[in-house]
């Protein structure tokens, strides 16, 4: 991946300049800003970093196929989505259970090792989203159905309800698909990893 770096006085033109010499829209780029103050009179000095997203995405493809394949897992396809805010990568292979492993911990592992090589690359995080035969997004709608469940519950016994432990996400998820149930109200209680969402009846 290569990292195209301008300099100057004014970060607008510096843009302008990028998105001229590349010839890309601003939402097909990556960029990183570095700010300081030069000279007796402590005038600002821009310098803009640039990735392309079509690179990160490209590399992470590679990166991805290659550690499947050390896997022992030849027969991956891996479809990719270029996002504003993220780049996803679903993967659909003959052995989708290896690829997600137990309680999806592989497939999340993977995302990690992306991630952290694409950042330690271009010093930039990037959102990559790794999933596999759409994994994660039937855990989502399972997650939401489930605390809707136990919502009506708590609404009925008027009771407490605690569910398992969960990672920020999926707590995220819950709190958001009970935002706008009325009677009850969702509490993130316990230290991380054990860290889980308590569904309460409005007193």
Same mark, same amino acid.
């Given at each position: 991946?290569?990292?195209?770096?301008?300099?100057?006085?004014?970060?607008?033109?510096?843009?302008?300049? *990028?998105?001229?010499?590349?010839?890309?829209?601003? /939402?097909?780029?990556?960029?990183?800003?570095?700010?300081?103050?030069? =000279?007796?009179?402590?005038?600002?000095?821009?310098?803009?970093?640039?990735?392309?997203?079509?690179?990160?995405?490209?590399?992470?493809?590679?990166?991805?196929?290659?550690?499947?394949?050390?896997?022992?897992?030849?027969?991956?396809?891996?479809?990719?989505?270029?996002?504003?805010?993220?780049?996803?990568?679903?993967?659909?292979?003959? /052995?989708?259970?290896?690829?997600?492993?137990?309680?999806?911990?592989?497939?999340?592992?993977?995302?990690?090792?992306?991630?952290?090589?694409?950042?330690?690359?271009? =010093?930039?995080?990037?959102?990559?989203?790794?999933?596999?035969?759409?994994?994660?997004?039937?855990?989502?709608?399972?997650?939401?159905?489930?605390?809707?469940?136990?919502?009506?519950?708590?609404?009925?016994?008027?009771?407490?309800? *605690?569910?398992?432990?969960?990672?920020?996400?999926?707590?995220?998820?819950?709190?958001?698909?009970?935002?706008?149930?009325? =009677?009850?109200?969702?509490?993130?209680?316990?230290?991380?990893?054990?860290?889980?969402?308590?569904?309460?009846?409005?007193?």
């Amino acid at each position: 991946m290569k990292i195209y770096t301008y300099e100057g006085k004014n970060l607008e033109e510096l843009t302008l300049q *990028a998105l001229k010499e590349l010839n890309v829209k601003e /939402d097909e780029m990556l960029t990183e800003v570095k700010e300081e103050t030069v =000279g007796l009179l402590r005038k600002k000095k821009y310098t803009l970093n640039v990735v392309l997203k079509s690179d990160v995405l490209e590399y992470s493809k590679k990166l991805l196929k290659d550690i499947v394949e050390g896997m022992g897992i030849k027969d991956v396809i891996i479809e990719s989505q270029r996002k504003e805010n993220f780049i996803k990568l679903t993967l659909h292979s003959s /052995d989708n259970s290896i690829l997600i492993g137990r309680n999806g911990r592989t497939l999340s592992s993977l995302q990690n090792i992306i991630r952290s090589s694409v950042s330690n690359q271009i =010093g930039i995080f990037v959102n990559i989203i790794l999933d596999v035969e759409n994994y994660k997004i039937k855990q989502e709608h399972n997650i939401e159905r489930l605390a809707k469940k136990l919502a009506k519950e708590v609404l009925r016994t008027k009771e407490p309800i *605690a569910m398992d432990s969960m990672n920020s996400y999926e707590r995220r998820l819950v709190h958001n698909a009970l935002s706008n149930f009325k =009677g009850i109200t969702s509490d993130s209680e316990g230290e991380e990893p054990n860290r889980r969402i308590v569904i309460k009846p409005v007193e």
